[in-house]
Each structure stands twice: as C-alpha cells, then as structure tokens.
C-alpha cells in the first residue's frame, strides 16, 4: 500500500511552506514573504509515531481569481485535495480570519477529506491571541495554534494528524528508483515533459517565463521501471536573474542536479542551440551526472530527409565537451519518442554505476597499448603499470604510471573511448586520476 498522503493548503502568506520544510526537516519549499512563490505540488516526506506520509504542500488558493497563474495553481491544490487523505488547512491568526479562509473552508467541507485546522503565526508563549478564538466559526472542529517559524506546537499537529491516517498496511519500499533531473532554460518545455510522461497536470504550464519556481518531485512507474522527476526551474544568464525569487529557484535547480542520477537537458528544437544550453550542460557534466540530451518540440519544426541529421551534427558540435551524451529528438505536446527518452535514461544510469573489475580493465589497458603505442618525450616512453576503477557515479579510474606529465590528455581520451566501446559507457562521462609509481595519496 502507498503511504498515506497529506497535503497543506489555504489562501496565500498563511505560512504553509515554512510550515512544510517544518515538518519533513528540510529547506525544499522557497519561502518568501510574496504572495503565490509556491506555485506547483512540492513532495515530501515527513515521519511522525514510526508511520510515514507523503506531505504536499500546495500554492495559495484564490478561489475567485481570473489571473492564469493564480487560477492553475488553485487547479494544482485541488489535484492535491482529491489525492490526499488527510488536509491540514493552514491559517494565520495575525490577520485574523478572513473571507477567503470561509470559502476554502467549504470548498474542503465538500471535498469530503478529514481536515485538520492549523491556526499559524501563533509566535508567543501563553495564551493564544483574542483572534485564534475566530476560527471555532469555520466549523471544522478544535483549531490548533501552531508557529511554523519556532516549531511550537507542530507536535500537537501531527497527533492529530495521524489520529485521522487510514489504517496501516505493509509497505513495499523500492530502491530501484532512478532519479531525474530535467533541466535547461525557460521555456523549452520542461513541465510539459512532466506532464505527458505522468498523464496528469502535474505541473503548471505557461509560456511565462519562470514559471517554474521550486524543483518539483514526481514519481513516475511503468514499463521501463521506476523513475522521480525532478521539474526544475528554468536557468538563464546571470545577469537576467535580478528577482530574489529567481536566486533561489536557481539553488533548487543545482540541487536536484546535485541529488539525480540522470540529468535530461532539455533544447527548444525551434530556437536552436544557445551559449546558456552548453552552461546549463556543464553543471550537469562537472557533477558527474549521467546525461541525455533531449531536443523538444521536435513537431513544431519543418523538415526535409536530412533535418534531423543537420541538427545532431550541429549539436554534437555545441556539445563537443560531452560526446558521450545521446541526442533524442521528442515532443512533450504529442509524446513522440519518449519511449526512446526512457531507454537512454536507464541505459545512462546503469552506465553511470557501472563497476568494472580490475582484471578486466588490464586486459583492455593491455589491448590499447598494443595498438597504439604510449606517448615518449625526450626518449621517454609512458608507462602505464595498471588501471583499477576507484568509484561510480561516474565511472572514475585510477592509472598508475612512471610520469604522469607524459599521460597527455590525447592518450587518456584514446583508453577512454576504448573502455566505452568495450563496455557500453554511453551517456555517463568518465574520470581518470593519474598516479606516479610512489604516490602515497
């Protein structure tokens, strides 16, 4: 059985993600004093009295409101509402209990879910504030004052909580999940990867740029296994990211980098390659991610029998730093080649953790130095005693020799490829650490 899942709403500023990073004891939701930063669903996990639950925290909810962002981030909170078993909805005894409060309220009331009422920003010690008083008027029994800031009363919270949790089963856990960054610039069509792949609106869509704040987490099964999606944020130049807001969406962005197993770098196919594809590329390659390259919206562009071609060779050429990355051409809007998007996600983690044994790597040492002789300088000849693979995630290798100012960079790029060809090393890059016969380290 799936763990029990428990989502947080209300109207906006009320305090929810601060009261979400609260309860899963990590900085995962941006919090900001602006109304609406939380846009999509954020997952998390959060324990309390030994049970697990999946914690959603949600957008603010403006019921009336016409404004596009506003209106797909109530849809967000109401795909969170008919998923959730549990709802704590949260709100905000400094402003007292206001209209929209009311309507939430009753937009829950008719959702059916068990609801749990958490009056926040209750800050001081003692008596609750004249105002907490209100909230009995929402009709959804006792209220419980709560100070997300301070933590104080998050305990009673979850008492609560877990008081209304469907009753326990046996959980299958699985740790076969490979995780996935999506990532690139504005725009190119990352949340509506997402949401072809999950077949629901996972994700707000927009042709606003920066519509995407938080990295968002979705967990993906089927026939190619199982798989969590990180949505992220687009990454522009440095010098266009002046909002605050943005600063932070770019630290979520580096960290689901930082956490995944596979990075998919999503280009726009209709705009061509850009200089902030190759950097966005390059935090992916110099954190030693598996990497895929996925060219979207491969439906919009007009073609002739070479179209495709043009453009791989164009791009193996803007990507020439990490050769060893596929180059998929797909559309997110019709689905088109996702099948073949998840083959190299799995065929790229499994290279990204692959173990070699040692005796196996000699073999193939000794084949390539056969075949092309060691570089010499000044009557020097290199010598490369032996190789063993030191670690994965990525596949590093460990070559001791008698000088390693004779391993120029061109022989270590020649035992690469032959190590890829003979292994199947497509879509991970490869290190090698070079050691002088004595070094200690």
């Known amino acids: 059985m799936a763990r029990p899942v ?26 900001d004093d602006t109304p609406g930063v939380t846009r999509d669903r954020i997952f998390g996990e959060c324990e309390w009295r030994n049970r697990k639950v999946s914690l959603i925290d949600t957008g603010g909810i403006e019921p009336y409101s016409n404004d596009i962002i506003l209106s797909q981030m109530r849809r967000q909170a109401q795909l969170a509402i008919e998923a959730a078993d549990v709802i704590i ?6 402003s007292g209990l206001v209209a929209t409060d009311q309507e939430v309220a009753t937009m829950l009331q008719k959702s059916g879910r068990p609801v749990v009422l958490c ?7 003692g008596e609750p ?41 046996n959980e299958d856990e699985d740790n076969e999940i490979i995780n996935v960054a999506v990532i690139g610039r504005p725009n190119v ?38 798989f969590n999606f990180t949505d992220t944020a687009g990454l522009r130049r440095k010098t266009k990211v002046d909002d605050e807001i943005e600063k932070y969406s770019v630290i979520r962005a580096k960290m689901a980098i930082e956490r995944s197993d596979v990075c998919v770098i999503m280009i726009d196919a209709t705009e061509g390659f850009a200089d902030q594809d190759s950097k966005i590329a390059g935090l992916a390659h110099e954190s030693g991610k598996a990497c895929i390259i996925a060219v979207n919206k491969w439906d919009a ?11 791989r060779e164009s791009l193996e050429n803007d990507f020439s730093f990490m050769s060893y990355a596929p180059i998929v051409f797909i559309s997110a809007k019709t689905g088109q080649r996702l099948d073949s998007l998840f083959e190299h996600i799995n065929a790229a983690a499994n290279a990204n ?59 270590q790029r020649y035992l690469e490829n032959r190590i890829r060809d003979t292994f199947g ?16 380290e």
């Open 6 to 31: 428990v989502a947080i709403v209300g109207r906006p500023n009320v305090g929810k993600s601060t009261l979400f990073n609260k309860l899963i004891g990590k900085r995962i939701a941006i919090v």
């Open 189 to 226: 069509g990352k949340s509506s990867l997402i949401n072809r792949i999950t077949g629901e609106e996972r994700c707000i869509v927009s042709n606003i740029a920066g519509t995407t704040r938080d990295s968002i987490d979705t967990l993906v099964k089927n026939d190619f296994g199982e």
């Open 129 to 169: 504030d004249p105002e907490f008083y209100e909230f009995y008027n929402l009709g959804l029994g006792d209220p419980i004052q709560v100070s997300s800031v301070h933590g104080t009363g998050t305990g009673d919270l979850l008492d609560a909580v877990y008081d209304l949790l469907p009753e326990e089963a």
């Open 89 to 94: 909805l949260v709100t905000d005894v400094k």
């Open 301 to 311: 562009v007009e073609k002739d029998g070479k179209t495709m071609q043009k453009m």
């Open 425 to 440: 090393l497509e879509g991970t890059p490869v290190r090698f650490i070079v050691r002088e016969r004595g070094d200690k």
């Open 353 to 411: 953790a692959m173990r070699i044994k040692t005796g196996m790597l000699n073999d193939i040492l000794a084949e390539a130095t056969a075949r092309v002789q060691p570089p010499t300088d000044k009557g020097r000849r290199l010598k490369i005693y032996y190789m063993t693979q030191a670690s994965v995630k990525p596949p590093t290798f460990v070559c001791f020799v008698n000088s390693s100012d004779l391993f120029h960079f061109s022989y």
């Open 119 to 125: 009056v926040n920003k209750c800050d001081k010690i």
